[in-house]
């Protein structure tokens, strides 16, 4: 291979590689490079640098290591550049330029950048949240209301009815300026001007919670409104956040007069009222308009604690809630309010210095609730005003809440009926040591005549434990107390012809005198007007009994009412006819629901009237013949504005005379010695009045009138706990052989009406003029005999010839025989002074009870199917009455 290697140039050897001796180097020329890399001039040099040399090796050495030292400057500087690269980072973290722990450390750049992210996200969040947060619908507790009932006088009677809080909701202008100034200057400065929210308020009680200290609630006014009305009490985060987005959007979105009504309306003030308006009630017991600077301070005291401040007592008893301490602490908060609101520029010193006396607030009510009367007069009233269509308010409506009900009830009037009750009871029944003084029950009302306002009821023991209100309908028959109406149809309508038709208008009908003259005799044979025997659907005759079975032979319907005797006046219902009876019965003011059928008792009074009805009914003669329809709401307001105001309904349905001369009849029961009604005497003022016991003794009343106040009073025995209570006999209660109306009942109306009526003046009942025309019901035409000589004593030799041809109060008619034959079962019980003949098997209410009987009637008890009316019905609205009520 020797002859491929290349030849040596000649000339070119070792000496030839130097440089000629003397002469200098030259220097060597630099690299150069191309496009490609470097040149081979550049390779070639750094082989020449590489190889060692003779005396140039160590210049070439030097340029070399210059060249090396360029080659590491240029790693350097790359090694540079990349680190400035480095630092151009978006977040240099962690950083770059420390070493160790330090690199860890954010600089404050990062700082300011972490806290401007993280509060723009949060701005975010809350708008996000904020457009999603709607106001939500108000907490119905928050919105619901009672109703305020009050007495005839004004004074507040009870706060009942709506929601379970005692509210009443009143508008900003009917909530006195200083008690506006006193909540703002105590609570909320700047609430005219704060966008609804306190940010430093919220954080301290975001903290407070989150670090475990105190608990607080909204700052501001606007805060705490919404928590009342929109959220609940619990204090959490998340309860917080809903209030601080939800105030925002309300103070942004309400107007600051409405949100200041609506947090006193909604604030708790203690003593279990809801609002200013209960609050000033609860403890001034005026309106919220008429409240003082004085009286504002405190109230707004108490919104810091009510139980902490109430200077009674808290409701709790806690040995934190002293009287004594709550004083101190109310003395306290009230002077500083005052302070606050002279700071404040919403109460000049001149007035705050003329305030130097805490305004001690009245002690603590016992809730009454419905207990007692109380409950029957709001149920009372409650009736009245939905079954009123004037009234225009719907039980829904009412059952809402916030009316302000004015009655009719007189305070003491009531308070008197119930005493005069209680204390009739307590003197005379021992229901532990007699079987027969349980559950003996009073029911009684007291109207006004001319006017039909209800003055007084008594409903039973308390309307908590006894539901059924006795003043009202309670199926129990009224007995003779009915003869009454039977009278009065009998001088307005008259008697009909026996010779005409069973239809008979006025030409045919004569109107009777107080003096015509029927058979007072014991089981008379019941006949028809015309004189046939009257027959029941057996076809058996009918023999009423009277009480005892006495005779009182041919009397006038004047003695028989006075005497009450049975066989005179269901006579004289036949002979009227039952339909007029019953006319005039609806025309005094009894209501049609409570009527018993149209059967020949029921003019003894098988009928069952409420005492309110009966009251109603007996005021009609009181007045002349005016009926009044009764009522027990004089007018409703809602938030100040009236609603409804009672509007006087009178009609004139008696001739005067027609009533006055009933009324001269019933004084007369009261002042005759013989009289039923002789013990309400003692009143010592005219009184007119009747008596009134049923069959089997169940049922006992009084009822009569001065000019200025009827009043009705039943008795009877009811176990009302049992699933199908009936009516007892009283037969042996409180130790008597009977009860009459003449007795208990005719006690407690007397000994009621003496305080009732006490200071009214003493008024006369008009006197009437003669009336009607002296009959003799079915009495033997007498034979002509010449007309006797006037004279003003009778001759003593008188033959029985010369006797009037018109017989007198009590002639001398010979008796028709009476019949042996009787209906089945007998005659019945009969009662003291108007009875409806019961008899054997009597259902209950003992008016359709044996075979025999006439038919119809009813059973007395309550539900009656055939005679009781109202079964389900009340005084105001009818058959549903009942139902609104419960």
């Known amino acids: 291979m020797s002859e491929h290697r290349r030849k040596q140039p000649q000339g070119r050897g070792r000496r030839a590689a130097q440089p000629p001796s003397g002469r200098r180097a030259a220097p060597p020329r630099e690299a150069t490079t191309s496009s490609h890399g470097p040149s081979s001039g550049g390779r070639a040099a750094a082989r020449r640098a590489s190889e060692p040399q003779g005396g140039g090796g160590r210049r070439r050495a030097a340029n070399a290591s210059a060249a090396a030292g360029a080659a590491a400057g240029g790693r350097a500087a790359a090694r540079g550049r990349a680190q400035a690269r480095a630092k151009k980072r978006f977040i240099d973290y962690p950083r770059s330029d420390r070493h160790g722990a330090r690199r860890w450390l954010p600089s404050w750049k990062q700082w300011l950048g972490m806290f401007v992210t993280f509060a723009g996200l949060m701005m975010g969040l809350v708008g996000i949240a904020y457009a999603m947060v709607d106001i939500p619908n ?18 507040r009677m009870v706060t009942a009815g709506g929601g379970d809080q005692n509210r009443q909701t009143v508008p900003l202008k009917r909530i006195d300026s200083s008690m506006q100034d006193a909540v703002i200057s105590a609570e909320n400065e700047s609430f005219y001007e704060d966008p609804g929210i306190d940010v430093m308020g919220i954080g301290r009680a975001v903290f407070n919670m989150a670090t475990g200290g105190d608990t607080q609630s909204g700052s501001t006014i606007t805060q705490q409104y919404v928590k009342n009305l929109y959220l609940d009490q619990s204090q959490t985060l998340s309860r917080k956040a809903k209030e601080l987005l939800i105030s925002i959007k309300v103070g942004a979105n309400e107007e600051k ?61 806690g040995p934190a809630q002293q009287p004594k301490k709550n004083r101190e602490r109310a003395e306290t908060r009230w002077a500083w309010i ?35 009367q109380i409950g029957y007069l709001v149920n009372l009233a409650n009736s009245d005003v939905i079954s009123n269509p004037d009234s225009g308010i719907t039980e829904r409506e009412l059952n809402t809440g916030g009316y302000q009900i004015y009655t009719t009830f007189n305070k003491k009037k009531t308070m008197a009926l119930e005493d005069t009750v209680k204390k009739v009871k307590e003197e005379n029944l021992k229901p532990k040591e007699r079987e027969k003084d349980k559950h003996v029950q009073f029911g009684g009302a007291s109207v006004r005549p001319g006017d039909g306002a209800i003055v ?23 007995g003779s107390t009915f003869k009454p109406y039977v009278m009065a149809a009998a001088l307005r309508d008259g008697v009909r012809d026996p010779e005409g038709p069973e239809e008979q208008g006025p030409d045919l009908r004569t109107p009777v005198s107080p003096k015509s003259v029927y058979n007072g005799d014991n089981r008379v044979k019941l006949l028809e007007y015309d004189g046939d025997t009257w027959l029941n659907k057996e076809n058996d005759e009918w023999h009423q009994k009277n009480e005892g079975d006495k005779d009182y032979g041919k009397i006038s319907l004047r003695e028989a009412m006075i005497v009450s005797a049975n066989t005179p006046f269901i006579q004289l219902g036949m002979d009227v006819g039952l339909d007029q009876v019953r006319d005039a019965t609806l025309d005094a003011g009894v209501n049609e629901e409570s009527l018993a059928s149209l059967t020949p008792t029921f003019s003894l009074g098988t009928s069952a009237p409420s005492a309110i009805r009966m009251a109603t009914g007996y005021a009609t003669f009181a007045e002349s013949g005016v009926q009044a329809e009764p009522y027990s709401v004089s007018k409703v307001k809602d938030n100040g504005k009236v609603e409804y ?69 039943g008795m009877w025995r009811l176990n009302d706990q049992i699933e199908s209570p009936e009516f007892l006999s009283m037969y042996g209660t409180a130790g008597r052989e009977k009860i009459h109306g003449a007795s208990f009942p005719a006690e407690v109306w007397t000994e009621y009406m003496q305080g009732a009526t006490k200071g009214d003046p003493v008024k006369s009942f008009p006197e009437p003029s003669p009336i009607g025309e002296k009959v003799c019901s079915h009495c033997p035409d007498p034979s002509p005999t010449p007309t006797p000589t006037p004279s003003d004593e009778p001759s003593p030799t008188k033959s029985p010839s010369d006797k009037p041809s018109e017989p007198s109060d009590s002639p001398s008619v010979p ?5 042996d034959s009787w209906p089945i079962g007998g005659p019945g019980g009969g009662e003291e002074d108007g009875g409806q003949n ?26 009656q199917p055939d005679g009781g009316g109202d079964a389900d019905g009340g005084i105001f609205a009818g058959p549903n009455a009942e139902a609104r009520r419960e």
């Open 838 to 863: 019961g008899g054997p098997g009597q259902p209950d209410g003992g008016q359709t009870g044996g075979p025999g009987q006439p038919d119809g009637g009813q059973t007395g008890g309550p539900g």
């Open 645 to 713: 105001a009672h509007e006087k309904q009178t009609e004139r349905n008696f001739d005067a005379n027609v009533a006055d001369t009933v009324t001269n009849m019933l004084e007369a029961v009261v002042e005759d010695e013989k009289g039923t009604g002789k013990a309400a005497g003692v009143l010592q003022r005219p009184v007119a009045g009747k008596t009134g016991t049923t069959d089997d003794n169940k049922h006992a009343w009084f009822a009569g009138y001065t000019r200025q106040l009827s009043t009705a009073i």
């Open 456 to 478: 007084a009821i008594y409903g039973g023991e308390s309307a908590v434990t006894h539901y059924t209100n006795n003043a009202d309908y309670t199926g129990a028959s009224v």
């Open 338 to 372: 005052l302070d606050r609101e002279v700071e404040t520029g919403r109460l000049s010193k001149a007035k705050r210095d003329k305030i130097d006396g805490f305004p001690m607030p009245n002690e603590p009510e016992k809730s009454t609730n419905l207990k007692g």
């Open 815 to 819: 008796d028709p025989s009476p019949s």
């Open 138 to 155: 108000p907490n119905e507790a928050a919105t619901s209301q009672k109703n305020v009932y009050y007495w005839a006088n004004g004074e």
């Open 257 to 317: 007069d409405k949100i200041l009504e609506g947090y006193l309306n909604t604030a708790y003030y203690g003593r279990g009222a809801y609002g200013i308006q209960a609050a000033a009630q609860a403890y001034y017991d005026k309106d919220a308009a008429d409240l003082s600077e004085s009286q504002s301070a405190f109230l707004a005291s108490v919104l810091n604690g009510p139980n902490l401040y109430d200077p009674h007592g808290g409701e709790g008893g």
